[in-house]
């Protein structure tokens, strides 16, 4: 009987501490552990990056480049032309996180809030394509978010889903970036691997149910 007890301490153990420690009990289905400005408690401390980059012109036309993070959280991919140059011979993009996390109504971001600058307006009729990456720690974005000031009105982009863990969106101005949901709404994806914490839960009191159900058959053999 000692050692069935001990048996379901220690599973029951697993779960939990493997469900707390960071990066999280379903790490190994994301890419790589994302950096928050603003983590979750079980999240680790690492911190987001920073990026830049210069693009050429070359007769006036902005060549076709890419603008990302150090850590690869957000990334802006640019089409020959899409600058407005106005003669430069180069154009300067910078991308920056937020060392603040607002938050304001009716929206709940899950990624960082990032703000891009460039010394180039883009041409409207060429969009930039600009992806973020959120962690498995967090609930799906179901949109990313656009502002002029990240203390002021957040708009909404057209958006969709990337690659694995990424959500993308094409913009024609810049300005200050972040993925989230309405938080009028249940947490996207709220089932799912990549949805927050409610799965790692469930799955932990399945499998201390299923221990508890085990000992009574464990035991019986040794009793007779």
């Known amino acids: 009987m000692k050692q069935g007890a001990l048996l379901a ?26 950096a928050f400005t603003c983590p979750p408690p079980q999240a680790g401390d690492t911190k987001p990056t920073s990026g830049h980059v210069d693009i050429r012109v070359v007769g006036g036309v902005s060549e076709a480049n890419s603008a990302f993070t150090n850590d690869g959280q957000l990334v802006i991919g640019f089409l020959p032309g899409a600058f407005i ?10 991308i920056k996180p937020l060392d603040t996390c607002p938050n304001p109504t009716g929206i709940r971001f899950v990624t960082n809030i990032y703000q891009v600058t460039a010394d180039a307006m883009l041409d409207p009729s060429k969009p930039a394509n ?12 179901s949109t990313v978010y656009q502002a002029s000031d990240p203390n002021g009105q957040w ?23 972040a993925g989230g949901y309405p938080a009028t709404s249940p947490p996207p994806g709220s089932f799912t691997i990549g949805g927050g914490q409610i799965l790692p839960i469930v799955v932990a009191m399945l499998i201390v149910v299923v221990v508890l159900v085990g000992l009574p058959l464990a035991v019986i053999p040794r009793r007779r």
Do not use: C, E, H
């Not at 501490?17 to 552990?33: C, E, I, L, R, T």
């Open 130 to 141: 600009l992806v973020l990456q959120f962690s498995n720690l967090v609930p799906n974005p």
């Open 155 to 177: 708009s909404t982009l057209p958006s969709q889903p990337g690659q694995p863990f990424t959500i993308a969106s094409r913009i024609t101005t810049f300005g200050y970036f």
């Open 85 to 94: 140059a106005g003669g430069k011979t180069s154009i300067s993009v910078d």
């Open 9 to 34: 301490l220690g599973v029951i153990f697993y779960a939990i501490a493997a469900w707390m420690v960071a990066p999280g009990f379903y790490d190994g289905f994301n890419p790589s552990p994302y």
